[in-house]
C-alpha cells in the first residue's frame, strides 16, 4: 500500500541551528501538505503545495520558515534559526486533487525537539 | 487558530463499550472529517461527512452532522484495546482546502 514517507523520523537540535525535513508523498498525489502538531493539540496547516506551487501559507512563519517542491513531486521543510518553541511534530500528508473532498494521507510526521 | 474543539479532552471505557466523542466547530463548512492518530504517528482517515449529510456508518463507526449547531459526533461501537489513539475531527470549508483541526479526544480502551 502507498504510503507518504517522512525523514527524518527524530531530530533533535539546539536552538539557532538549521533543521530539514524531507516529505516524499503518495505517487500521483498533486497536493502536498505540511502540518505543525504541539503535543497535545491539533494539527496546524504551515503550507500547501498545488504540484510546485505554494497555493497557501498564510500560517507559515516567513521570518525562519521556509518550503519548497521544486518539481512538483517530494519537499522539503526547512527552519533556520531553530527556536525553543519550535518543538513539536512535523506531519506531511498529500491527496490526489485539489477537491474539497479529497482524503488526505499522512506520514508518520518528524518530532523535533530544540534544546 | 484550531477551527474545531473535540468534547470530552479524554475517555477512558472498557472492551465492548461504545465510545462516543463530540465536535464543535465556528465557521460554515464543505464538510467534516475524522482522523485518528496512534500515539506519536501520523493521523489516519476515518470518515468524512458532507455538509448535506446528516449520519454516516463505516464498520463500527457511525457519525452525526448537525450544521445547525455546527456540531458533529462520532460513535465507535463495541470498542476494542487497538481503538485506543487519539480521534481528531477536521473541518473543510467552502474556500479553502486545508484540514483545521481541533484538539482532539484521546480514548483509552482497557481489556
Known amino acids: 500500500e502507498a504510503e507518504v514517507a517522512q525523514s527524518p523520523r527524530y531530530k533533535i537540535t539546539e536552538k539557532s541551528q538549521a533543521v530539514a525535513f524531507w516529505c516524499d508523498p503518495i505517487s500521483g498525489h498533486a497536493t502536498l501538505y505540511w502540518y505543525r502538531q504541539i503535543l497535545g493539540q491539533g494539527p496546524e496547516l504551515l503550507v500547501q503545495f498545488q504540484d510546485e506551487s505554494v497555493v497557501d501559507d498564510s500560517q507559515l512563519p516567513k521570518d525562519r520558515f521556509s518550503a519548497e517542491r521544486l518539481k512538483g513531486v517530494d519537499s522539503t521543510l526547512k527552519i533556520q534559526p531553530a527556536e525553543l518553541g519550535d518543538s513539536a511534530m512535523y506531519l506531511c500528508a498529500s491527496s490526489s486533487g485539489v477537491g474539497i473532498n479529497n482524503e488526505q494521507f499522512f506520514g508518520p510526521g518528524t518530532r523535533l525537539t530544540v534544546l | 487558530s484550531q477551527q474545531g474543539e473535540e468534547d470530552p479532552q479524554a475517555l477512558s471505557i472498557q472492551e465492548g463499550e461504545n465510545a462516543t466523542m463530540n465536535c464543535s466547530y465556528k465557521?460554515?463548512?464543505?464538510?467534516l472529517q475524522w482522523y485518528r492518530q496512534n500515539s506519536g504517528r501520523g493521523l489516519v482517515h476515518l470518515i468524512l461527512i458532507r455538509s448535506n449529510e446528516r449520519e454516516k456508518h463505516s464498520g463500527r463507526l457511525r457519525v452525526t452532522l448537525d450544521t445547525s449547531k455546527k456540531s458533529s459526533s462520532l460513535l465507535i461501537t463495541a470498542s476494542r484495546a487497538a481503538d485506543t489513539a487519539s480521534y481528531f475531527c477536521?473541518?473543510?470549508?467552502?474556500?479553502?482546502?486545508?484540514?483545521?483541526f481541533g484538539k482532539g479526544t484521546s480514548l483509552l480502551v482497557t481489556p
Open positions: 477536521a473541518t473543510v470549508s467552502n474556500s479553502g482546502y486545508a484540514l483545521n
Open positions: 465557521t460554515s463548512i464543505n464538510n
